[in-house]
Nanobody, 117 residues
Framework: QVQLVESGGGLVQAGGSLRLSCAAS????????MNWYRQAPGRQRELVAT??????????NYADSVKDRFTVSRDNSKNTVYLQMNSLKPEDTAVYYC????????WGQGTQVTVSS
């Protein structure tokens, strides 16, 4: 079955950086678009970044709130997608989830990111 396992979250001061990883199994990773979502307390889950399966490395798309600060990338040899987060702000505090949709959605367990002011 499809499994997604996130790692890399933690506590960081405003202006700092973190890199999240999501290791996937049970799918042909290289053929699938991968997504990063986040959910802050009391808020709906929102799409943060997407990377397609384009053979050139994947086309990316970002929420306006993270554009120019976050970078999504993938390593198909490791079945892993990454989210590099720079210039973090307190409003980036949330649980971050890796997601794939192959007709139905699969989610990882989430990793907490806390940005202190």
């Amino acid at each position: 079955q499809v499994q997604l396992v996130e790692s890399g979250g933690g506590l960081v001061q405003a202006g700092g950086s973190l890199r999240l990883s999501c290791a996937a199994s049970g799918i042909i990773f290289s053929l699938n678009t991968m997504n990063w979502y986040r959910q802050a307390p009391g808020r709906q889950r929102e799409l943060v970044a997407t990377i397609t399966s384009d053979p050139s490395g994947g086309r990316t798309n970002y929420a306006d709130s993270v554009k120019d600060r976050f970078t999504v990338s993938r390593d198909n040899s490791k079945n892993t997608v990454y989210l590099q987060m720079n210039s973090l702000k307190p409003e980036d505090t949330a649980v971050y989830y890796c997601n794939i949709n192959v007709g139905i959605d699969f989610w990882g367990q989430g990793t907490q990111v806390t940005v202190s002011s």
